[in-house]
């Protein structure tokens, strides 16, 4: 009698543990999900809400698109530009090759700048796989698409 109370005890256990693990697995989709893709990048209400979160506000009559190909390697410029994208999160290694879309935008709101600044994303699939804030001035910058303080 107690050899199956013992077995019934590991029994639960198991389940406990197993039921946990499940949970935490679904916790954790849940919560990669929402952070990378919580915006329908596909349409121009999506990437504005995604702007604004971060706190840009664009003139939607300034868009442009053209559908770019990543190049078959990241060398000189483009790898300079793939290392700000991998301390944004993103690497453009992981598209080699690859179409996506590109959409660029002037900002209405960033601060103390005395020429136009812009915003460029890149879109695949509905989802962002780059992008950056830039000045096309002959001493402009580029800086990712988190908001710096001046």
Same mark, same amino acid.
Request: glycine fraction near 8%.
């Given at each position: 009698?107690?050899?199956?109370?013992?077995?019934?005890?590991?029994?639960?256990?198991?389940?406990?543990?197993?039921?946990?693990?499940?949970?935490?697995?679904?916790?954790?989709?849940?919560?990669? +999900?929402?952070? $990378?893709? +919580?915006? /329908?990048?596909?349409?121009?209400?999506?990437?504005?809400?995604?702007?604004?979160?971060?706190?840009? !506000?664009?003139?939607? +009559?300034?868009?442009?698109?053209?559908?770019?190909?990543?190049? !078959?390697?990241?060398?000189?410029?483009?790898? =300079?530009?793939?290392?700000? =994208? =991998?301390?944004?999160?993103?690497?453009?290694?992981?598209?080699?090759?690859?179409?996506?879309?590109?959409?660029?935008?002037?900002?209405?709101?960033?601060?103390?700048? /005395?020429?136009?600044?812009?915003?460029?994303?890149?879109? =695949?699939?509905?989802?962002?796989?780059?992008? /950056?804030?830039?000045?096309?001035?002959?001493?402009?910058?580029?800086?990712?698409?988190? $908001?710096? +303080?001046?």
């Amino acid at each position: 009698m107690l050899k199956s109370q013992g077995l019934t005890k590991k029994k639960a256990t198991v389940i406990v543990v197993v039921l946990a693990a499940v949970l935490l697995g679904l916790i954790l989709l849940r919560w990669q +999900s929402s952070g $990378r893709n +919580s915006y /329908d990048l596909s349409t121009l209400e999506g990437r504005q809400a995604f702007l604004l979160e971060l706190g840009w !506000e664009v003139d939607a +009559s300034t868009e442009e698109f053209r559908t770019v190909v990543v190049p !078959e390697k990241l060398e000189g410029i483009m790898s =300079q530009y793939n290392r700000m =994208q =991998q301390a944004q999160g993103y690497d453009l290694s992981e598209h080699l090759g690859e179409s996506c879309q590109q959409y660029s935008y002037q900002l209405t709101n960033y601060p103390d700048s /005395d020429s136009p600044v812009f915003v460029t994303l890149y879109i =695949q699939d509905g989802e962002l796989i780059a992008g /950056d804030i830039h000045t096309n001035a002959l001493n402009g910058f580029m800086h990712g698409l988190k $908001r710096i +303080s001046k």
